[in-house]
């Protein structure tokens, strides 16, 4: 059995009469929103064979699965990244497991470093698509055609109706939202102020280390995939300060209720 299939079962002997459908990802920062999870059955990641254990600090490192908005949702308080040394084949673990145990469709939030002076920290970023600058790609490697594709379109990475799910509900709830690009860089450095320069140029408006490669993972194994960001920080030297996780932490926290409400009412809004 490969790794995934191992969580995947694993996790379906925990779940008994739990139906999970959507999945969350949360990012730097925005740990909480689990807390208003109902119901919770937490799992920590180091129980579930085949999953990497979670060493980014402030990434608890546990799904947490129950009720949130009228949906049934399995979410992960903390991710992976490439630059904890986890290998691209390792990262497909945790969103096939999700996609074999039900899981349809997959929210993912991040903290992100903005690329526009008007898109302040505190604000939030809808990923309307998104720029690898990484060269790697978690997909590299053998395909499985049960799975997905060898060759897969990303036309429409993020999909159009969750998209616009989203929009409407922030837009009756007169939460600013803007729309963007997200560039990965690997990580673990920030940016330099000149590689910020460059990469608004190549036309992206928000910047991490994450959530292009679950993206690539989901969608290859059929989920549909929106995205958003929380902008922690202006990218390096547009601003003048320094950039620390501390930040990204503190101002991902002071975020977290606004998209935390945010999601909720969108989950209520799928029933
Ligand atoms: O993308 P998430 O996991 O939210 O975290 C972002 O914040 C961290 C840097 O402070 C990096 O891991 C970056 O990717
Ligand atoms: N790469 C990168 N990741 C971030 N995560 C939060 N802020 C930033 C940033 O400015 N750059």
């Known amino acids: 059995?490969?790794?995934?299939?191992?969580?995947?079962?694993?996790?379906?002997n925990k779940l008994s009469q739990r139906k999970p459908k959507v999945a969350i990802i949360l990012g730097s920062g925005l740990g909480s929103l689990a807390d208003a999870i109902e119901d919770p059955l937490i799992i920590p990641y180091y129980d579930i064979?085949?999953?990497?254990?979670?060493?980014?600090?402030?990434?608890?490192?546990?799904?947490?699965?129950?009720?949130?908005?009228?949906?049934?949702?399995?979410c992960m308080q903390g991710r992976f990244h490439l630059y904890e040394g986890i290998s691209p084949e390792v990262l497909q673990i945790p969103l096939r497991a999700l996609k074999l145990i039900g899981c349809e469709q997959v929210l993912l939030t991040n903290a992100a470093g903005s690329l526009h002076?008007?898109?302040?920290?505190?604000?939030?970023m809808l990923i309307e698509d998104h720029i690898n600058f990484?060269?790697?790609?978690?997909?590299?490697?053998?395909n499985d055609e049960a799975i997905g594709?060898?060759?897969?379109?990303?036309?429409?990475?993020?999909?159009?109706?969750m998209r616009t799910s989203i929009q409407r509900?922030?837009?009756?709830m007169k939460i600013e939202l803007h729309n963007g690009v997200?560039?990965?860089?690997?990580?673990?450095?920030?940016?330099?102020?000149?590689?910020?320069?460059?990469?608004?140029?190549?036309?992206?408006?928000?910047i991490g280390m994450s959530t292009v490669p679950e993206t690539l993972v989901a969608r290859h194994c059929g989920m549909k995939v929106a995205a958003i960001s929380?902008?922690?920080?202006?990218?390096?030297?547009?601003?003048g300060n320094a950039l620390s996780h501390e930040e990204t932490l503190d101002e991902g926290q002071k975020a977290a209720k606004l998209l935390g409400d945010l999601i909720v009412k969108w989950l209520e809004s799928l029933l």
Do not use: C
């Not at 320069?197 to 928000?206: T, V, Y």
């Open 134 to 142: 990484t060269g790697l790609n978690p997909l590299t490697g053998e």
């Open 117 to 124: 002076s008007e898109m302040a920290p505190g604000s939030l």
């Open 230 to 239: 929380s902008i922690t920080n202006l990218g390096a030297g547009m601003s």
């Open 49 to 74: 064979p085949g999953f990497p254990t979670a060493t980014v600090h402030g990434h608890k490192g546990q799904l947490v699965i129950g009720t949130l908005g009228n949906q049934e949702v399995a």
């Open 149 to 161: 594709p060898r060759f897969l379109d990303l036309t429409q990475a993020y999909d159009r109706d």
């Open 169 to 172: 509900v922030a837009k009756e």
């Open 1 to 12: 059995m490969k790794a995934y299939q191992l969580s995947a079962e694993y996790l379906r």
């Open 182 to 206: 997200y560039l990965w860089a690997v990580g673990p450095t920030f940016e330099t102020p000149a590689e910020i320069r460059m990469f608004r140029l190549l036309g992206a408006d928000a």
